[in-house]
């Protein structure tokens, strides 16, 4: 059987880790956006996940900062 999709190219430790960056990044934008559209319990929610992402974001941009440039 043939394969339509060819296999992603593998990616090194530091595009894998730009790329979550970038996820978390747009990640944190929607929560923002979420958590300004509610009020109360939803919108407190929706603040926790903000922190969350800021917290993940941080371990990624450290590990970035970690790898030594090539």
Excluded: Y
Aim: aromatic share 2%.
């Amino acid at each position: 059987m043939l394969k339509i999709t060819p296999d992603p190219p593998d990616k090194s430790l530091e595009e894998s880790l730009a790329h979550v960056s970038g996820l978390l990044r747009c990640a944190l934008a929607t929560a923002c956006e979420s958590a300004e559209n509610h009020t109360g319990v939803k919108r407190d929610l929706a603040f926790s996940v903000v922190h969350l992402i800021d917290m993940a974001k941080a371990v990624v941009d450290r590990s970035l900062d970690q790898i030594e440039p090539r």
